[in-house]
């Protein structure tokens, strides 16, 4: 069946600092990933997503890029803020079996400080 | 657009006291989902809708039913509640257009649920 193995948290940041927060994954299929976030006391929403091999998702300095070879969709940004300071679920969805079950990792905790 | 709303935000049960959570979506969307989530257990999946009128049980769910009887509505009932049933619960929804898996979920904000 399909799998996500994200991290373990939590990441402490400072403020400015370079974040990657890694993700794989395994599927039957043609997979699409996404990469979701979840802000203290609120629902999950998209951050970004790619659908085929090589796609690049990004979003508010956020990015992934999809690897088929490694099995991959590695979360990363330049330069975090304390507002970044959130839950980050990676996730895939599978035509397999013909349903659409999302697959969720078990979730990242980023902390950013000042 | 309200997108997914549900309602309430907050309950505290006794245990053996029943309830249902209600989902609303005004996107038209065909798939609807229910999760639960725990600490350090991520989101787990109780049960799932493909479209009005259909149900199917996810990963976890035993102790609720669901129900699907309009589109935009999707019920989560605890007929006898337990106090592992303290949660927070998500409900989803998703579009069913081109190649579904391409397109993501939409979440509503929670109902952090309590049993005593």
């Not at chain 1, 659908?51 to 998702?57: I, L, Q």
């Not at chain 2, 579009?95 to 109902?111: A, I, K, V």
């Amino acid at each position: 069946g399909n799998s996500v193995t994200q991290m373990e948290g939590p990441v402490t940041l400072s403020e400015e600092a370079f974040l990657t927060i890694n993700c794989t994954y395994t599927a039957t299929g043609y997979p699409s990933l996404f990469w979701y976030v979840q802000y203290p006391g609120e629902g999950l929403q998209l951050l970004l997503k790619a659908t085929k091999a090589d796609d690049k998702g990004s979003n508010k300095g956020f990015e992934a890029t999809y690897r088929k070879e490694t099995t991959s969709f590695h979360l990363e940004k330049g330069s975090v803020q304390v507002s970044d300071s959130a839950v980050y679920f990676c996730a895939l969805s599978s035509t397999s079996g013909g349903s659409y079950i999302p697959t969720f990792g078990r979730g990242t905790s980023l902390i950013v400080h000042p | 657009n309200a997108g997914v709303t549900q309602t309430p935000k907050f309950r505290v049960l006794k245990t053996g006291q029943s309830m249902t959570l209600l989902c609303a979506q005004d996107m038209n969307h065909e798939y609807m989902y229910w999760y639960r989530q725990d600490p350090g257990m991520g989101l787990r999946l109780i049960h799932y809708s493909v479209g009005e009128g259909t149900t199917a049980k996810g990963e976890v769910p035993d102790g609720y039913n669901v129900s699907r009887l309009k589109k935009q509505n999707f019920l989560l009932g605890l007929e006898s509640a337990a106090p592992s049933q303290t949660s927070v619960y998500f409900c989803a929804s998703r579009p069913l257009t081109g190649f579904g898996s391409y397109n993501e979920q939409f979440f509503g904000p929670g109902t952090r649920l309590t049993v005593l």
